[in-house]
């Protein structure tokens, strides 16, 4: 018997039991006002607005935007679940994809959405409330008489055209309800940080430039490659291939810590989450960010993780809309999985990248180093012997060269002295300090210090040998040392006898 010939019967869903799975998806809910945002987009609005009312706890939320409105009948098909579903032509510009997010993102968050809608001078308004769902066990949605009375309802009345969307009757299964106004507040925070991360190319103007709003503060733009700090390494952009499309990926080498003007820059330009989680691909589709971090499972005989040497690479892949299906971008926009023939090429540009970053984050500043070979003598040196690094004091260092000067017959214990501290040197024990809390290295030197120092500096500088004035050989020492050396190259001065400039 063919299967056309077969008996078939219709089982319908039950309509309770699947919404309440629906609901379910795992949207926080800045995931879930993301989605809301990329259909405004979509529907052409510049202007978008999302307010959060704590109200006591039980949050009520809105969007307002001024794109195209919907009619009656284009409202009832976007109130539809899977109305367009993923084998559905959409244009370049579609961030949707599903058929879904409206509906699922918003109750995954409260238990009635409503959605109004105005073209051509005409509004209608459709709501779906799960408790109704479930008391009538139909896939009714409702047809409300006015309104919910919101600030942003309020708006939405004198728009000539745009879409209104307004979460009620939140319960626990959304990450907004019953917070304490102070936690609530704080969960404002992070959807502002989430939405400057996502739409960085349509709050900057790289994409079609949008503002959103929320609570009617304007958010603005985080871009991951801090590509406006001087210090940043842009790496050649890389134009890959399959059969979905075309693909570029540029990569990027973040500032060393010590090249941010101050620890607020360094901590800003790390991100939501900080820096060891951003660091990675970020995979935009139609210029709005779906992946921000992390190493998409590439890597060596061992997936890479996020290490604190690779903490300074980043590497853009921008996705057009329409390779969804090859990079198995998930419902919530939220994750992307690279197809097997671009992982070798993809791994090959981010080892690279990684190579890079590491060499930065372990030299304190990348400028620092170029210097040191034009400039002064390094105190340490990396040297790679059979594979091996291993790390000496420098013997040819004015410091150290004086020290073997005034040895005399003890330098053997000297030079002992020197490999004892080079083969013992804490390294699993920096490694582990390092990875667990960032450098938190003092930069500051104690008087006891700077005084003692500067003692001896200046008598290392003035005994050097060379036609340089002593400020310059100063100058050379010091900037082998990674703390803050006013202080310290006043005291060397005042010493020698040379006015501070
Ligand atoms: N703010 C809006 N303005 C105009 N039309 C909208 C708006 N929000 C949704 N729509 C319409 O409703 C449809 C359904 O939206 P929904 O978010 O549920 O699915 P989608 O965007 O098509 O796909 P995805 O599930 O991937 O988001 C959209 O395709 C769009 O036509
Ligand atoms: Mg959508």
């Known amino acids: 018997m063919g299967a056309e010939h077969a008996r078939t019967v219709e089982i319908i869903p039950s309509a309770s039991a699947l919404l309440q799975s629906l609901r379910g998806l795992g949207y926080a809910p800045e995931t879930a006002l993301a989605d809301l945002i990329d259909n405004s987009i979509a529907a052409g609005a510049a202007r978008i607005d999302v307010d959060l009312d704590w109200n006591g706890g039980t949050p009520v939320v809105a969007i307002l935007d001024d794109g195209r409105g919907l009619d009656f009948d284009g409202l009832s098909a976007a109130m539809r679940f899977g109305g367009d579903g993923p084998m559905a032509e959409r244009t370049s510009d579609d961030l949707g994809r599903f058929g879904l997010g409206l509906k699922t993102a918003s109750l995954s968050q409260c238990r009635r959405m409503t959605v109004a809608s105005r073209k051509d001078g005409l509004t209608s308004c459709l709501a779906w409330d799960v408790d109704q769902v479930a008391a009538k066990g139909k896939w009714e949605a409702l047809v409300p008489e006015a309104l919910p009375a919101t600030r942003l309802a309020e708006a939405f009345g004198s728009r000539a055209q745009g879409t209104l969307v307004v979460w009620e009757h939140m319960d626990a299964i959304g990450g907004l309800f019953g917070l304490d106004s102070e936690d609530f507040f704080a969960r404002l925070q992070n959807i502002r940080a989430h939405f400057a991360m996502v739409f960085h190319r349509f709050l900057a103007g790289d994409a079609r430039r949008i503002a959103i709003a929320i609570n009617g503060r304007v958010v603005?733009?985080?871009?991951?490659?801090?590509?406006?700090?001087?210090?940043?390494?842009?790496?050649?952009?890389?134009?890959?291939?399959?059969?979905?499309?075309?693909?570029?990926?540029?990569?990027?080498?973040?500032?060393?810590?010590?090249?941010?003007?101050?620890?607020?820059?360094?901590?800003?330009?790390?991100?939501?989450?900080?820096?060891?989680?951003?660091?990675?691909?970020?995979?935009?589709?139609?210029?709005?960010?779906?992946?921000?971090?992390?190493?998409?499972?590439?890597?060596?005989?061992?997936?890479?993780?996020?290490?604190?040497?690779?903490?300074?690479?980043?590497?853009?892949?921008?996705?057009?809309?329409?390779?969804?299906?090859?990079?198995?971008?998930?419902?919530?926009?939220?994750?992307?999985?690279?197809?097997?023939?671009?992982?070798?090429?993809?791994?090959?540009?981010?080892?690279?990248?990684?190579?890079?970053?590491?060499?930065?984050?372990?030299?304190?500043?990348?400028?620092?180093?170029?210097?040191?070979?034009?400039?002064?003598?390094?105190?340490?040196?990396?040297?790679?012997?059979?594979?091996?690094?291993?790390?000496?004091?420098?013997?040819?260092?004015?410091?150290?060269?004086?020290?073997?000067?005034?040895?005399?017959?003890?330098?053997?214990?000297?030079?002992?002295?020197?490999?004892?501290?080079?083969?013992?040197?804490?390294?699993?024990?920096?490694?582990?300090?390092?990875?667990?809390?960032?450098?938190?290295?003092?930069?500051?030197?104690?008087?006891?210090?700077?005084?003692?120092?500067?003692?001896?500096?200046?008598?290392?500088?003035?005994?050097?040998?060379?036609?340089?004035?002593?400020?310059?050989?100063?100058?050379?020492?010091?900037?082998?040392?990674?703390?803050?050396?006013?202080?310290?190259?006043?005291?060397?001065?005042?010493?020698?006898?040379t006015p501070d400039e």
């Open 220 to 497: 603005r733009g985080w871009d991951p490659f801090q590509r406006n700090h001087p210090a940043t390494i842009t790496m050649p952009t890389e134009r890959l291939r399959s059969t979905a499309g075309v693909m570029d990926v540029s990569p990027f080498v973040l500032p060393h810590r010590d090249r941010f003007a101050n620890e607020a820059e360094y901590e800003a330009a790390g991100g939501f989450g900080g820096w060891s989680e951003r660091q990675g691909f970020y995979v935009y589709r139609g210029k709005r960010l779906v992946a921000a971090g992390g190493w998409l499972g590439l890597g060596g005989a061992r997936a890479w993780t996020r290490e604190e040497s690779s903490r300074l690479a980043r590497l853009s892949v921008d996705l057009p809309t329409h390779v969804d299906a090859e990079w198995r971008i998930d419902v919530r926009k939220s994750l992307a999985r690279p197809p097997a023939v671009l992982r070798p090429r993809l791994t090959a540009i981010a080892a690279a990248c990684r190579g890079k970053a590491r060499e930065v984050f372990a030299w304190r500043g990348g400028k620092v180093r170029r210097q040191a070979a034009k400039l002064g003598q390094p105190v340490w040196t990396a040297e790679q012997i059979s594979g091996r690094v291993q790390y000496r004091i420098n013997r040819n260092h004015p410091a150290l060269q004086r020290l073997f000067a005034a040895a005399g017959d003890n330098q053997n214990l000297l030079t002992a002295a020197l490999v004892l501290i080079e083969k013992t040197v804490p390294i699993e024990r920096i490694w582990l300090d390092v990875s667990e809390t960032g450098d938190t290295r003092s930069t500051a030197l104690s008087d006891t210090e700077i005084s003692l120092l500067a003692d001896q500096l200046a008598s290392v500088v003035t005994g050097m040998s060379g036609d340089d004035p002593v400020e310059v050989r100063l100058d050379r020492m010091l900037q082998q040392l990674p703390v803050k050396t006013g202080a310290l190259r006043r005291s060397v001065l005042r010493i020698i006898g």
